[in-house]
């Protein structure tokens, strides 16, 4: 196993030629502990490019998916390792309202609004610098950007701890009232990225409860014991051994519920037998997403295939289409208020 002391903040180094987007300069930031942990960001979308992690013999791997420079993430359409926002995952019909006004969005998902739209913050330049052993991206997304009201200030904070934990720090005020939902985007494969599918790891959701969806993959509104269900991830499962029962045939791809908003939360922890490898999530959001990219279809790094369950994700965050559902946590953001949510993501080898 590969531990250390808690809380002990490592440095941050800069590469300022990544590539280039619209003109601006891409720089990569590599965070790195006495662990041989890294961990690789961009300030184009925030996005996660890799996190090396050792096995249980100590060889290094990277364990996200991703693409091999800033022309594949210029596209990106399986938002690999992205920072989502206004607003992740989706919105029914691409409308909601706010004290009488409807606002609408662009359909990027038919017939829905997927995560924050046509060109979201996993598509925007951040302001980029490293405070305290952090690196701190901030964002000013315009009033009406992608129809969502408010002018609203991001700031998004990543900092890799010695006990192997990549802590994201979420922050947001707004000039209007607004809703907001950010997350992180990450597929991981504690293989290795692009050594297959996903289907031997291991899973545990400490949820009692989840969200049904409709066949766009909008909750019904209620929400749902696991108990006596394939979603019942409570007790470790082999994907391999429940997957193919989910419904709907597309694998997992559901909000877990975890109760009140702000406090941490153990929400999940996945394990590949092979390799050792493990990652945890706590948060202090109320959902999780479990996504085992069932529509995987793309080419990463070094020219592989990245197919079906070639990945999974994590994504911490207020339940789908809760500006709709009035018995959800509420996702608006008034003037005044600040928004704020913590996520952990916790890297380390079974004994």
Not at 76 to 97: D, H, Q, V
Not at 247 to 268: E, I, L, Q, R, S
């Amino acid at each position: 196993m590969f531990e250390g002391p808690s809380d002990n903040t490592m440095p941050i180094t800069v590469e300022d030629s990544y590539g280039e987007i619209d003109g601006q300069q891409v720089k990569r930031y590599t965070l790195s502990n006495n662990h041989n942990v890294k961990v690789r960001i961009i300030d184009y979308g925030g996005i996660i490019t890799e996190v090396l992690v050792p096995d249980h013999q100590g060889e290094l791997g990277d364990i996200v998916l991703g693409f091999d420079d800033m022309e594949g993430y210029k596209t990106n359409g399986p938002y690999l390792g992205a920072l989502i926002g206004r607003y992740a995952n989706r919105i029914a019909n691409g409308t909601f309202s706010i004290d009488g006004t409807t606002y609408t969005l662009a359909i990027n998902n038919v017939p829905n609004a997927l995560h924050g739209g046509l060109k979201g913050f996993d598509k925007r330049m951040w302001t980029s610098s490293i405070s305290d052993g952090k690196l701190v991206l901030t964002y000013v997304s315009a009033d009406m950007e992608e129809g969502y009201p408010g002018e609203v200030t991001a700031t998004v904070t990543y900092q890799l701890t010695d006990s192997n934990e990549l802590i994201i720090d979420y922050n947001a005020t707004t000039t209007k009232s607004t809703v907001i939902n950010l997350t992180n985007h990450a597929y991981f494969n504690l293989k290795g990225e692009g050594s297959g599918d996903v289907l031997e790891h291991v899973a545990q959701v400490n949820a009692d409860t989840y969200l049904p969806v409709d066949d766009t993959s909008i909750p019904t509104g209620v929400i749902t014991q696991v108990q006596g269900t394939v979603m019942d991830l409570r007790t470790k499962q082999r994907l391999s051994n429940v997957i193919n029962q989910v419904p709907g045939d597309h694998g997992y791809d559901h909000n877990y519920c975890f109760g009140k908003t702000g406090w941490v939360k153990n929400m999940a922890r996945v394990e590949d037998p092979s390799s050792g490898r493990y990652v945890e999530v706590h948060s202090t959001e109320p959902g999780m997403q479990f996504y085992t990219a069932y529509w995987n279809n793309v080419t990463g790094k070094g020219g592989k295939h990245y197919g079906r369950y070639s990945g999974f994700c994590l994504e911490t965050q207020h339940y789908p289409d809760s500006p709709n559902k009035p018995d959800f946590p509420t996702v608006v953001l008034a003037p005044g208020e600040t928004y704020r949510q913590t996520t952990t993501y916790k890297f380390g080898t079974t004994s």
